[in-house]
């Protein structure tokens, strides 16, 4: 005896691939027109903020639920990088905090 292996109801399987198609359109498109999937790199993990060592343009991660150690400080509120590279991130790679709090050009930055 000779066994179908085609599917019962041809039309199922090619239902399922036009619920595909429209899926499969819109990501050659937008490969197609040069969109890429940019993939941003958080400054800090889940559960830390980021912080910058004073007088330089270094920083570092620190838990939420401490202070920042000794050197360093919260950046000034509106201007925390979120991601390696965002607006932020930039701004601070010339500038930092003086002791006092006040922003200025980073020693490095000539």
Same mark, same amino acid.
């Given at each position: 005896?000779?066994?179908?292996? &085609?599917? @019962?109801?041809?039309?199922? !399987? /090619? &239902?399922?691939?036009? /619920?595909?198609?429209?899926?499969?359109?819109?990501?050659?498109?937008?490969?197609?027109?040069?969109?890429?999937? @940019?993939?941003?790199?958080?400054?800090?993990?889940?559960?830390?903020?980021?912080?910058?060592?004073?007088?330089?343009? =270094?920083?570092?991660?620190?838990?939420?639920?401490?202070?920042?150690?000794a050197?360093?400080? &919260?950046?000034?509120?509106?201007?925390?990088?979120?991601?390696?590279?965002?607006?932020?991130?930039?701004?601070?790679?010339? /500038? !930092?905090?003086?002791?006092?709090?006040?922003?200025?050009?980073a020693?490095?930055? =000539?």
């Open positions: 005896m000779r066994t179908n292996h &085609r599917p @019962q109801n041809p039309s199922a !399987t /090619r &239902r399922g691939i036009t /619920r595909s198609a429209p899926a499969l359109a819109g990501l050659a498109a937008a490969l197609l027109t040069g969109c890429s999937l @940019q993939i941003e790199e958080a400054m800090c993990g889940d559960g830390e903020y980021p912080v910058l060592a004073v007088g330089s343009t =270094g920083g570092s991660c620190v838990p939420n639920v401490e202070e920042p150690p050197g360093y400080a &919260r950046y000034p509120e509106g201007k925390v990088p979120e991601h390696v590279g965002d607006e932020w991130d930039t701004y601070w790679s010339t /500038r !930092t905090l003086d002791g006092r709090g006040n922003v200025v050009a020693p490095d930055a =000539g």
